[in-house]
């Protein structure tokens, strides 16, 4: 069974709608295999984003992403890094199509509530930052 990370971000933490995101996934056929609740430090954040260094959203990134709680988990299904990144929409919610998760909740480009791996490579990679 294929994998890979999700997480809730701290806009949707803070707004209570962790139960939502999951209700989503699991009625979506995701199975939640592993997750945690915790706070980023500057220094993880910076990491977990170091594809995105140099960029000019990347600070204002971080910072959200140190605001609050984040809920990181592993899914599991059948092409389980496509099917997320469609379950969850375009980055910016005022692109992401009707239904999507991000449609639903996010507040604006960087507050979209939810992360997904983008490939099996960096699924693989951003497990592994969070689960070793
Ligand atoms: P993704 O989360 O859909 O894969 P990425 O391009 O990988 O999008 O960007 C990572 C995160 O950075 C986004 O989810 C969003 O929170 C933030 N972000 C991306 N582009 C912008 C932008 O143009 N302005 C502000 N924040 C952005
Ligand atoms: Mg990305």
């Known amino acids: 069974m294929d994998k890979t990370l999700l997480i809730v971000k701290p806009d949707a933490t803070e707004r209570n709608l962790i139960g939502h995101v ?3 996934l699991e009625k979506a056929g995701f199975r939640v295999v592993q997750m945690r609740m915790q706070t980023l430090s500057e220094s993880q954040a910076r990491e977990f984003y170091a594809v995105h260094e ?3 959203f990347l600070d204002d990134l971080v910072a959200f992403m140190i605001s609050g709680l984040v809920v990181p988990m ?3 299904k059948d092409n ?3 099917d997320l990144r469609t379950l969850i929409g375009a980055t910016n919610p005022a692109n992401a199509a009707c239904g999507t998760v991000r449609q639903e909740i996010a ?3 960087q ?3 939810v992360h997904g791996s983008d490939s ?3 699924a693989a990679k951003e497990i592994a930052f969070f689960f070793s």
């Open 120 to 122: 099996n490579e960096n």
């Open 54 to 56: 140099g960029k000019p």
């Open 74 to 76: 592993v899914l599991e």
């Open 22 to 24: 999951i209700g989503r």
């Open 80 to 82: 389980a890094v496509e």
């Open 111 to 113: 507050r979209n509530s």
């Open 107 to 109: 507040l604006d480009v």
